[in-house]
Structure formats: structure tokens, C-alpha cells
């Protein structure tokens, strides 16, 4: 059973990063600290229904109140002015004893967390006639910083608006202050110029719902953790292919129409009637008056998203006899993700017409939770203006899931593989007897033509051999299949470059794999596909022109590296880029990189092992050069070199495949050593 972490959720709100980390069961929630209390009751509601709690539990894990008092908040003993405004809210313990006495001496692992944005937003500014820079919510990121500072953390997720990194309040950016708390206590984050590179959608990780939002992950200088390894491990989560849209998200659930004449009653004006008896929690209509469903309905049919902006203000001018500045109305579109859910959706739904010109309403407070990732049985507590604020200030969860999920990763790798910036210390290493050094290992390296693996592990003493439809150019034919490695499995042996008929003596101890990646790596996801079909669902895309057999291609690709990971060896690893198998197979045991093991390069690579533990790393050093096209986009130079320097597409793909020194030693090494510590393997 895999470890699970201690966490600390700040700014809290209704739940969205809990519920996002709570769904990996990876995390073990400490404390929620939010001081809004429907968003209060909300997030203990589900932590009692969906997770599990008791009620005192729940009440005592979510905490109702201002993180600003940070003394008071870690050690109770509260003021008469606290006292008042949240005692009755809150466990007496916390009360009398603070957060400090819930932690109860455990280590606190990670802390989360998203100062409210409104005053970071370029929208919220562009509305203040000072642009927010009296606004005392610029510098809630100092009670972050100090709640980080108090319970050390190894790692924190600081989660905001993109007009964060250009906010001034005091005529400073208010990134670069962020940057300098935290390193004055000691914290590690992406510098102003790097965050610009932090920015995520949330659509990138299967929300309906294109949100962007920096990701400032921060890792404690002392822990030995490469912050660039959280980033890196985020960006591998991303989804490939089509981004899930409001029609997938919102397509199959009851419809309403608009009512002939609106009914008044004291529980408010209904101008809406469900069609059918299917009835869901929140998925009510909202209010609208007869003047806005008779704009509803022509904005939607008129396509009037794809107005210029002074057709739309004259629009508006035209309906309601006033001016403005900015556009009023918009539409969700069937076949897009839905463009951000804000809070201010507790005012009204303009900017949020439903896509069916027939039902002429906004969206649904249940709507709403959906776009942003809540589960159907996720319920949201208050009035409705009080749902659609908690929800359009929450973290999506999907988003929030592989944020935590990316934590996991790095901080599993940190565990179990004692990750360090210096070399493995020799009490660490496994320590075999001498009896056990005398078995040969049988190992075949499957799809190798450079070698490097199979000289690694002929350097060590064992019976290795390398396999590939390509002749070798490591130099050693007689350890060298040139044939098809199923084969050769299936035979134990074959025919070797140099002609002569090997037959192993029992049986294969250990496989190394390199499946070709040509067609299972996201990046030749583009050459699927007809350029000019890209917006079309894919099963009405045509193949590419210059590749009309490449999904063909894809799936023997597949089909192969199955075949290999299945192989009947006791003992398998199996090398592949970030691809299309983490779907079709399984997400892989480990992401590692050459310059874990001394090799200054970058190369992502994931190994998906079978009876084998993941790799130390050897040797972290930097992670080498890196080039930047015209496109803007970043590429290591070896990488690039590669590309640029080979003389035609076979050199290309050799060069670009081949294993770097550090990590073919390191796989010789520690799996032959595992091995032979193995009692199973004699």
C-alpha cells in the first residue's frame, strides 16, 4: 500500500483542491481553513456524506477562520474579537488550543492552497479605479507564507490567477514579493520569469472548462527535491486528443423550457418549467426576465459569440438603452470547453447563456459544479448566490487531482529511491554475498541496436545479448540478435549477427525493452489526422495526407509493446516516452530522467517495471542545454542536434533513441543487484 501524505488546505473555500487531492487517496487532510461559512459547511457536509467522517471530525478538520491571525490560528488562546466572530463556528479545541493541537506533532508533508484572486485578476483591476492596489487581499500570500514557515512542509502548491504575475500593488510586483518570502524562510520557487511558463488550463486535465491558472510549486531548500521534477511530472498528466466539452459535460441532463406567462410566489419569480420528471439536486433554472430570454434565444441562434465587440455593445445598447464598455452576454458553445466559471455568477448568468436556444436560460447552479469537476453527489450548501460564488472561486478538481497526483509521484520517488544531489552513499547500497555474485544472469536488452544496456551488463559478468531488426553499432555482433525479438523469446536464442546459433540455458532472468515510439508518443499525435479536420470529432477526421496508414501504425506500435510488457519473463522493464500507452496499458511505476544519473541531458522517460523496484538515482546533476526555436517552444540541444545533424529520418530516430551512459549503467547495476539479492532467482 502506497504511503499516504499529511496535507494542509488554506483558503479552503468549498472544497475544490480537497476534493481533487481527497479522490487520489494519497492524502491524509490535517486541517481546511476557510472563514466563509456556507463555504464552511459545505466542505465538512461532504467530508461526513462522501468521505467518511463523523461529525466531530469534520467539524474539528475544517476550520472557520481568518488565516491574517496566524498566531491564533496555530495556538487558540483566542481574542474577544475572534471569539465572537467564530467561536461558535468552531471545535473547542481549536478554540482553545489551535490548529497546532489538531496537528498534534504530525509531520505535515504539504500545503495547499489559493489566496483568494480577485485582486490579482486583470479583470478586478480593470474595474477598480485604483486597480486594486489598496486592496488588502494583495498580501493574504503573507499568512501563507507564514503557516509554510511555522509547520515546514516539504513541498507547497500556492495556486492563483495569470494576473498575478503582473500585479503591482506598492509599485512592486507582487510575484517577486512572493518570490523573496519564501526565500527567506527557505523555500524554493520559480522566479517571475520562469512562472510565466507555470501556467495551466484546466482543460489540458479533462475539466470541461478552459481555465488558466499559475501552479507555483515550492519545495524546502533542505529536502533535496528538484522543484523542476513537480512541473515536469504535471505536464506529463496532461490529456492527449480532444479536450472534454460542454455538450460532454452538460448534453444528457434535464432540460427546461421558458414558461408563457412567470410565476411569482414568496420563495422568488419562476420563469422556467423542467421538461420531464427527472429531477437533480441544484439543477434548477435561475430567474430570467422576458427581455433576456427573447436575447438568450437570439444570441444563440444568431451565433453572436463571433460578433466583433462594437456589434455586441451595440447590441446591447439597442436592447436595454444603456452604454457600456465592456460585452454583457455570451454563450457556452456545444463543441468548445466552457470558457472560465467566475463568481460572479452569483449576480447573474449573462455571460453564461446555455448553449440550446430553446431552453433560453443561464446555467444551473448544478451546471456550474459540473464545469468546474464536482461530482454529481457534491453538495454545494447556502443560498444560490452563495453556490455559484464557491463554486466559481474553486480550484477545478481534475486539475487539483493531478496536482496532487504530480506530488505523489515526486515525493514516492523521494522515498522510496532516497533521492539526494550526491551520490548514493555506500551503507545505502544493497550489500551481496559472495555466493550470490557467482550467478550469471541471463538478460536480453529487446530493441537495441547502440548496446549500450547489454555492454553494461557485460561489463558485470552476465550473459547478455541486445536484439534489434537493425544490425548492431556497439561493435559486438556476437552478442547481437538481428532478428525479430518475439523470436527470440519464444526460442530463448536465435541466430546472432555473426551468424552463430545461441540457445540460453534455462530460461530469460531479465528483459529491457525499448519499443520503437514513432507511433505511440504524444508528440506525433498531430500526423494522425488531416490538418483541416482538427475541429472535427475525431471519428470524422480523415488520415493525414502524408500518413494514411499511421493509425494503423499506432495500434501495431501497441500492439508490440504489449507484447513485451506480457512477455513470459519473470523480470521486465519496459522504455518509453510520455505516450498513448499510460492510457492503453497503465500509467508507468516510474518517470525518470539522464540526468538523475550524471548525464547533463533532458529526456523524459517512463519505465513500466514488472518484479523489479524503481531506480536510484546515481548522480543529479544539471539537467544540460536547451534551444529555443522560432515557435517560442524549448528543446534540449542534444535533442535538436539530432533532429538538425542526422542525414535522413532512420539516422534521426537512432540518434534520438539511444540511451544515455549513466542510465544504461544504472539499469545494469541496480537490477542485476536486486537480482541476485533475489532468493526466487537461484
Known amino acids: 500500500m502506497k504511503k499516504k501524505y499529511n496535507v494542509i488546505d488554506l483558503f479552503a473555500g468549498c472544497g475544490g483542491l480537497s476534493e481533487g487531492f481527497l479522490q487520489s487517496k494519497r492524502f491524509n487532510f490535517l486541517a481546511h481553513v476557510e472563514w466563509e461559512m456556507p463555504m464552511v459547511e459545505t466542505l465538512r457536509n461532504n467530508l461526513v456524506k462522501r468521505w467518511g467522517y463523523n461529525k466531530n471530525d469534520a467539524e474539528k478538520a475544517v476550520i472557520r477562520f481568518d488565516v491574517q491571525k496566524t498566531d491564533e490560528l496555530f495556538k487558540g488562546n483566542w481574542s474577544e474579537e475572534s471569539i465572537n466572530d467564530y467561536a461558535k463556528d468552531n471545535n473547542s479545541l481549536i478554540v482553545e488550543q489551535g490548529m497546532d493541537a489538531l496537528i498534534n506533532g504530525k509531520t505535515v508533508d504539504v500545503i495547499i492552497g489559493g489566496p483568494p484572486c480577485q485582486a490579482y485578476s486583470i479583470a478586478g483591476r480593470a474595474q477598480s479605479p485604483n486597480s486594486m492596489k489598496d486592496d488588502y487581499r494583495n498580501y493574504l500570500f503573507e499568512s501563507f507564507v507564514k503557516v509554510v514557515d511555522h509547520y515546514k512542509p516539504k513541498v507547497f502548491v500556492f495556486e492563483n490567477v495569470p494576473g498575478i504575475l503582473s500585479a503591482k500593488p506598492g509599485d512592486k510586483l507582487v510575484i517577486d514579493r512572493i518570490y523573496q518570502a519564501f526565500d527567506n524562510i527557505g523555500y524554493e520557487i520559480r522566479n517571475s520569469k520562469m512562472l510565466k511558463k507555470a501556467v495551466y488550463s484546466s482543460a489540458d486535465f479533462g475539466t470541461p472548462q478552459e481555465r488558466r491558472r499559475v501552479i507555483i510549486f515550492g519545495v524546502r531548500k533542505d529536502a533535496n527535491i528538484k522543484l523542476e521534477s513537480f512541473y515536469e511530472t504535471l505536464d506529463e498528466l496532461k490529456i492527449s486528443g480532444k479536450k472534454k466539452t460542454v455538450r460532454d ?113 443561464s446555467i444551473t447552479v448544478r451546471e456550474a459544479g459540473i464545469l468546474q469537476g464536482f461530482p454529481m453527489d457534491f453538495e454545494f450548501l447556502g443560498s444560490n448566490a452563495y453556490k455559484f460564488k464557491m463554486i466559481g472561486n474553486a480550484v477545478p478538481v481534475q486539475l487539483a487531482n493531478n496536482i496532487s497526483l504530480a506530488i505523489a509521484n515526486v515525493l514516492d520517488n523521494d522515498n522510496k529511491n532516497n533521492i539526494s544531489c550526491t551520490k548514493l552513499k555506500d551503507d545505502k547500497k544493497i550489500k551481496t554475498d559472495k555466493k550470490k555474485r557467482t550467478k550469471v544472469l541471463n538478460v536480453l536488452i529487446a530493441c537495441e541496436e547502440s548496446q549500450r544496456v547489454c555492454c553494461e551488463f557485460r561489463k558485470l559478468g552476465h550473459n547478455a545479448y541486445s536484439c534489434d531488426l537493425l544490425k548492431c553499432s556497439g561493435g559486438h555482433p556476437e552478442w547481437h540478435f538481428n532478428m525479430d525479438v518475439l523470436e527470440v523469446i519464444k526460442n530463448k536464442g536465435g541466430t546472432l549477427e555473426n551468424g552463430e546459433q545461441v540457445k540460453i540455458d534455462g530460461k530469460w532472468d531479465l528483459m529491457i525493452a525499448h519499443p520503437p515510439c514513432t507511433y505511440l508518443a504524444v508528440s506525433g499525435a498531430k500526423w494522425y489526422y488531416h490538418p483541416e479536420d482538427k475541429n472535427l470529432p475525431i471519428e470524422e477526421r480523415r488520415p493525414h495526407p502524408r500518413f494514411p496508414n499511421r493509425a494503423k501504425d499506432r495500434e501495431d506500435g501497441a500492439n508490440f509493446f504489449m507484447a513485451l510488457a506480457t512477455a513470459d519473463i519473470e523480470h521486465i522493464a519496459v522504455e518509453n516516452p510520455i505516450g498513448i500507452m499510460s492510457k492503453r496499458y497503465r500509467k508507468p511505476d516510474q518517470i525518470v530522467q539522464p540526468y538523475w544519473f550524471g548525464d547533463p541531458f533532458s529526456k523524459t522517460t517512463c519505465l513500466w517495471l514488472k518484479n523489479l523496484s524503481p531506480l536510484k538515482p546515481t548522480n543529479i546533476v544539471d539537467k544540460g542545454e536547451y534551444v529555443e526555436l522560432k515557435s517560442g517552444k524549448r528543446l534540449p540541444k542534444w535533442y535538436s542536434d539530432a533532429l538538425t545533424q542526422a542525414k535522413n529520418a532512420d539516422e534521426r530516430r537512432t540518434l534520438r533513441s539511444k540511451t544515455f551512459p549513466g542510465f544504461a549503467k544504472a539499469m545494469a547495476e541496480q537490477w542485476s543487484e536486486e537480482l541476485l539479492n533475489n532468493e526466487n532467482i537461484y
Do not use: C
Open 249 to 361: 459535460a452538460l448534453g444528457n441532463l434535464p432540460k427546461f423550457e421558458p414558461l408563457d406567462k412567470e410565476i411569482k410566489n414568496t420563495k422568488g419569480n419562476i420563469s422556467h418549467k423542467l421538461i420531464g420528471n427527472k429531477k437533480i439536486l441544484d439543477h434548477e433554472a435561475r430567474y430570467i426576465n422576458k427581455r433576456d430570454i427573447d436575447v438568450f434565444k437570439k444570441w444563440v441562434s444568431n451565433n453572436m459569440n463571433s460578433y466583433s465587440t462594437e456589434e455586441k455593445l451595440n447590441f446591447y445598447k439597442t436592447v436595454t438603452g444603456k452604454a457600456t464598455n465592456h460585452n454583457k452576454y455570451r454563450s457556452l458553445e456545444w463543441d468548445k470547453p466552457s470558457p472560465t466559471i467566475v463568481s460572479h455568477l452569483y449576480k447573474d448568468g449573462l455571460m453564461f447563456i446555455h448553449p440550446d436556444e430553446k431552453q433560453a436560460r
